[in-house]
């Protein structure tokens, strides 16, 4: 039996969740959602239960050593990545996470498609792999600035206006066949308003311990913001899927963040229904006599 906390926290994501691209509009999620929580001491319970829940079902997962849970952020700059990731998973077991973090293609990775570098950096049965970006980059920055595909050395003939199209549809067939062989899939946008990534920029020249987070270059990505947020939503719209799923997160509040990523991350691990693996009865007999000869 599931406890109130326990389903409370399962159903803070739901409204999130976009499995299909139809009638898919960024505009229709505001970036400003609480859910109707105040942030208070009920709100950090909250998050508590929902890593104290992720904390044991991560050691179902590892125990049962079958599945593996692959969990993508993508976001514009300063919507909280980094710390969402650090706050959701820091009741799991390092030994069975492994967060990766995409940045600009290598010479070597730019001499092979674009999925290459994601394959090695999978998770293993039994564990959970975070992508702090992803391959998606591939039809959101490289989309945004061409000169960034033209470094990837595709052959021009292969170059044609359906090329977004191609990669959604590669992107998809991947996914997919990731799923068919055990690995669960959720996807997380961290969706920012423009006028709270300002405040947060500002934050960072203004505050010396978050000097360090701030970059010339992402000022020049915000003077790009409708480009992104357009090629966000035709993104995901072509890559919202019953078996790979989006959750469109509102990130203007940070606590209300946390809580919708642990919600989806708690829920799609229940429906695992994980168990811990059985004993035999012949290993049991052998459990026993291992203690009588330890005693
Ligand atoms: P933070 O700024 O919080 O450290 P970040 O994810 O923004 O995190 P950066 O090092 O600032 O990390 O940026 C990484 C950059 O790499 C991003 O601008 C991203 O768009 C870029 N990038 C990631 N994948 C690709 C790709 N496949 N092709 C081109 N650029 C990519
Ligand atoms: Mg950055």
Known sequence: MKDKLHRTVVDLAKP?????????ALKDFATDADGGLRKDDRTDELLAQGVQLISDLQERLYA????????????????????????????????????????????????HDFLWRSNVALPQRGRIGIFNRSYYEETLVVRVHPPVLKAEKIPPA???KDLWQDRFEDINAFERHLVRNGTVILKFFLHLSKGEQKKRF???????TKNWKFSAADLKERKLWDDYQTAYEETIAATATPHAPWYIVPADH???TRLVVA??????LDEL???????????????????????
């Open 64 to 111: 049962d050593d079958q599945w593996s849970l692959l969990l993508i952020f993508q976001a514009m700059d300063a919507a909280g990545k980094d710390g969402t990731i650090k706050h959701v998973m820091s009741g799991i077991n390092p030994a069975g996470c492994q967060v990766t973090s995409f940045k600009q293609p290598s010479s070597l990775e730019l001499d």
């Open 158 to 160: 292969l170059i044609g």
């Open 273 to 295: 229904d994980l168990k811990f693996p059985k004993v035999s009865r012949e290993q049991r007999k052998a459990l026993r006599e291992a203690r009588r000869q330890l005693l």
């Open 263 to 268: 919600g989806a991350v708690v829920q799609v």
């Open 254 to 256: 940070k606590w209300y």
């Open 202 to 208: 500002l934050a960072r020249l203004d505050e010396p």
């Open 16 to 24: 999130y969740r976009v499995t299909s691209g139809k009638k898919f």
